[in-house]
């Protein structure tokens, strides 16, 4: 272990704030048992009290002692994705209070398979609140920089372990119930859960998440998803107001185009970076190509369609 994760540790176990990198996004770390640690990272993200957060812990032991009545579906998931980007809402049991849980009755767990992750989490010991480390609403933070952007001095530590590899948040699948349901969808996809476990529909009475809230996961540009046989015209139309997110060659009427992999794993690692990038362009509208309808591009087309909602 090295002596950044080591002091990381000791900053988590004294109440403070430490971003770390996770394969999926980066975290910005509290002290799960700690009221008045959680009390300060709510308050640096401006996030609702009311909102959960998911605790994050080096094993599988140690991450179900957080949740009771753990059912075999549970089990099966964590076995078969922990480590990895997989996030279970489970009932919650006494460790878990409700400054963690928003009150809820549930709770949302998850180990990470990132090395930095996993080293601060085995050395702290216990489990670790961790939204994505941005501020409430905006685009999560896939590299050390976004963090420090974001968040500046209000975090007391940053660990740098690169890009994120995934790029999206985690897959969240709710076991606190009598049917599972997938709250987010991500890298892991609907298929790969339902192999092992029966999935139902997401009805509106499902727990908060902020996945359901209207506009998330946004850049501050309007952004507008468009179908590829608009993109020629929407273009035509607003000429170099625009900055462009698409699969195609960039258009010399635009001054800002980013060209994605069409490829969806590749595409998702990318997105959030990409969006940053476009909005610091300055310009009054980001025009996103749309991706495919197939079930592989689930959890990017959702992270776009949140992007591009109306706030
Ligand atoms: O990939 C990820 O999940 C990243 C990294 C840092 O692990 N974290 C992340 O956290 O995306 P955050 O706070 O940005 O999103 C957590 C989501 C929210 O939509 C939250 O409402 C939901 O998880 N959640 C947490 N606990 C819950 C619960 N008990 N019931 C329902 N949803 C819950
Ligand atoms: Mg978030």
């Given at each position: 272990?090295?002596?950044?994760?080591?002091?990381?540790?000791?900053?988590?176990?004294?109440?403070?704030?430490?971003?770390?990198?996770?394969?999926?996004?980066?975290?910005?770390?509290?002290?799960?048992?700690?009221?008045?640690?959680?009390?300060?990272?709510?308050?640096?993200?401006?996030?609702?009290?009311?909102?959960?957060?998911?605790?994050?812990?080096?094993?599988?032991?140690?991450a179900?002692?957080?949740?009771?009545?753990?059912?075999?579906?549970?089990?099966?998931?964590?076995?078969?994705?922990?480590?990895?980007?997989?996030?279970?809402?489970?009932?919650?049991?006494?460790?878990?209070?409700?400054?963690?849980?928003?009150?809820?009755?549930s709770?949302?767990?998850r180990?990470?398979?990132?090395?930095?992750?996993?080293?601060?989490?085995?050395?702290?010991?216990?489990?670790?609140?961790?939204?994505?480390?941005?501020?409430?609403?905006?685009?999560?933070?896939?590299?050390?920089?976004?963090?420090?952007?974001?968040l500046?001095?209000?975090?007391?530590?940053?660990?740098?372990?690169?890009?994120?590899?995934?790029?999206?948040?985690?897959?969240?699948?709710?076991?606190?119930?009598?049917?599972?349901?997938?709250?987010?969808?991500?890298?892991?996809?609907?298929?790969?859960?339902?192999?092992?476990?029966?999935?139902?529909?997401?009805?509106?009475?499902?727990?908060?998440?902020?996945?359901?809230?209207?506009?998330?996961?946004?850049?501050?540009?309007?952004?507008?998803?468009?179908?590829?046989?608009?993109?020629?015209?929407?273009?035509?139309?607003?000429?170099?107001k625009?900055?462009?997110?698409?699969?195609?060659?960039?258009?010399?009427?635009?001054?800002?185009?980013?060209?994605?992999?069409?490829?969806?794993?590749?595409?998702?690692?990318?997105?959030?970076?990409?969006?940053?990038?476009?909005?610091?362009?300055?310009c009054?509208?980001?025009?996103?190509?749309?991706?495919?309808?197939?079930p592989?591009?689930?959890?990017?087309?959702?992270?776009?369609?949140?992007?591009?909602?109306?706030?």
């Amino acid at each position: 272990m090295t002596a950044e994760v080591r002091r990381a540790a000791e900053i988590l176990r004294a109440g403070g704030l430490v971003a770390f990198p996770t394969e999926t996004v980066y975290g910005l770390g509290a002290d799960a048992s700690n009221p008045k640690a959680v009390a300060r990272l709510y308050a640096v993200k401006g996030r609702p009290s009311d909102h959960p957060v998911i605790v994050h812990f080096d094993s599988f032991e140690r991450a179900l002692a957080w949740a009771r009545e753990v059912p075999d579906e549970a089990r099966t998931l964590a076995k078969k994705f922990w480590p990895g980007p997989l996030t279970l809402i489970l009932k919650r049991s006494d460790a878990a209070k409700d400054f963690v849980t928003g009150g809820q009755p549930s709770v949302g767990i998850r180990v990470p398979s990132h090395p930095v992750a996993q080293a601060l989490l085995a050395a702290f010991g216990g489990g670790v609140a961790a939204p994505s480390a941005n501020r409430f609403g905006h685009v999560s933070p896939t590299t050390a920089a976004h963090v420090r952007g974001d968040l500046g001095s209000d975090v007391d530590l940053v660990l740098d372990g690169g890009p994120t590899e995934v790029g999206i948040e985690s897959t969240i699948v709710d076991l606190s119930g009598a049917d599972a349901v997938l709250l987010r969808p991500g890298r892991i996809s609907r298929a790969e859960i339902e192999k092992l476990v029966k999935l139902k529909e997401k009805t509106g009475s499902s727990p908060r998440h902020s996945g359901g809230l209207e506009r998330h996961y946004s850049p501050r540009t309007p952004a507008r998803m468009v179908p590829t046989h608009q993109l020629d015209k929407e273009i035509a139309k607003l000429g170099d107001k625009v900055a462009v997110l698409a699969f195609s060659r960039p258009d010399e009427r635009v001054d800002f185009w980013l060209r994605m992999p069409r490829e969806p794993q590749a595409y998702a690692q990318k997105l959030y970076a990409a969006l940053r990038e476009l909005d610091g362009a300055g310009c009054e509208l980001i025009l996103v190509e749309a991706p495919p309808e197939a079930p592989e591009w689930a959890a990017v087309r959702d992270r776009l369609m949140r992007a591009c909602r109306e706030g």
